[in-house]
């Protein structure tokens, strides 16, 4: 097997092997014709060949040489030049904010790590891709964040680029303390070692210090909605989460059937649940762990009132820009492929007035660039009824909503179509029923641990042991009642709750339905403290296989709960948890 991936620097040491083999093949050659030489003298020699075969023969030598050295020639010239634009663009690994490497075997690496470059790029980074092959532990060292494009060979192997990488800088005992890294893995499902470098790669760099951007993307052959989650994790590491989707969603036009503000009253940002109906007559299945891609659109008074600025009419039929699976799923385009110009507007950026100004309708449409998808976790299973969300309302600095989050939250009408498609998180999916289930989590978080305990609850598992935080008991515990019911009824063995802005006198008493019979617990602190608080109890439900799923912020919670676990179950405990599939993480 050899997943897509090779870089520039990674066919290097291909192109030196067969330029190598060339030379040796040429030698071979002379030493033929040199031997062979001698016997045009022997009696067994009729007769030289006519002149005329001769000459050509010389011509079809001349030709081959001179064609091999004009293809070395203009291969040292494209590589000089590439060196060149990247030392224009790309400044030392040290000058750039980000450090774009890549190795497999066949090229599509290559060319997701330039499209990764060319959207930090984008987003006012200063980013430059190297091949593995490029690479020693002094650039790595000296890189501020690094992102690893990693293809697998084999069984499991690193891809011939990257052998010397692994075999120079992937030693035991490096260390690499504070660089900021997150690996995106390519490989192929059907094989056994599925992303196995990438998961090697990961592992290292972990146990050198290293600091996860965020969790270890796996792309299963191509797969358009893993590298659209790819892309939501650098627009956020970025803060540039307007950057185009590089394959759009197929989106299909569900209907928002209801949504409230959870936690009225509480200094934090608003946190909204959002229940969602199926386009009528479609049936809609996923599992506890996918993710809800959303389509957002614009403020429809910030669309009406561009439009009246430019004095252009909200009706007008526009051609719709091509965007393969979005337009028609999502009802955007008519059957001719237009639609009013207020509505593509909706679902693009729009654009700065004064450069706007004086364009025709059409002219307008032509070069507007559409919207990214936002991604939130499933709160639901489908046995519930409708699809449910929870989300938090954004503010930017200036006060006004984010484009998401202000869709959702603000804009989009109760009854109103939402541009919705499901994505399955494999990684993110339950485990067996019979295994004891830990869920931690914080804030949102609680959305997509909601799910995994109504699909083991409703498959008859009850061994399930729910950590959450959040700031104040009384506004900000999201599904408390749903959750206390469940543990009153025994399908929750365990609660423990920490919210981090209450006093030690109100953290004390349990929330509203939580039986009092100690399976129970209230802690000051955040949730990573809750668990450590149960240290003991942690040992013996992993001892006995439970799975640690955790859902919720990347930034101190999630590290947080990963350092209780080292710390109690120790490094090898949880690098064979890992292996396993027993402890898994959706943060962000």
Known sequence: MSAPGESRAARAAPRDRARVGNWLALFALAGTAAALLPLHGDRWWIAAPPPARSWLAALVAVAWVTGSAGILWRARRAARTREAADAASGENAGDSDWLVLHASQTGYAEDVA????????????????????????????????????????????????????????????????????????????SYRHYCGFGHQLERWLRDAGGEALFDLVEVDNGDPAALRHWQHHLGVATEATGLPDWSPAEYQAWTLAGRVELNPGSPGAGVYELRLAPPAGAAASWRAGDIAEIGPRQSPAAVTALLAQLRLDPATQVRVPETPGVADSAG????????????????????????ASGLAAAALAAVLQRLPHREYSIASIPSEGDMRLLLRRMLRPDGTPGIGSGWLCDHVAVGGPVALRIRANRNFRGPDTQRPMLLIGNGTGIAGLRAHLAERIAAGARRNWLLFGERHADRDFHFGDRIAAWLA??????????????????????????????????????????????????????DEGAAVYVCGSLRGMAPGVDGVLRDVIGRAGVDAMLADGRYRRDVY
């Open 114 to 189: 330039a499209r990764t470059t060319a959207a930090l790029r984008s987003a006012g980074q200063r980013a430059r891709p190297r091949g593995l092959a490029q690479v020693d532990l002094a650039m790595l060292a000296a890189a501020r964040r690094v992102l690893f494009i990693a293809s697998t060979t084999g069984e499991g192997d690193p891809p011939d680029p990257a052998l010397a990488f692994v075999r120079d800088v992937m030693r035991p005992g490096t260390l690499l303390p504070g660089l900021q890294y997150a690996v995106l893995a390519l490989g192929d499902r």
């Open 332 to 355: 955007m385009a008519d059957a001719a492929g237009t639609a009013s110009l207020a509505d593509v507007l909706g679902r693009s950026h729009l654009p700065d007035p004064a450069a």
């Open 489 to 542: 009824a025994g399908e929750l063995a365990r609660l423990d709750l920490a919210f981090s802005r209450d006093s030690t006198g109100a953290t004390a008493t349990l929330p509203a339905g939580a039986p009092a019979d100690g399976r129970a617990g209230v802690h000051d602190g955040h949730v990573q403290d809750a668990l450590r608080a149960q240290a003991a109890r942690l040992r013996a439900w992993v």
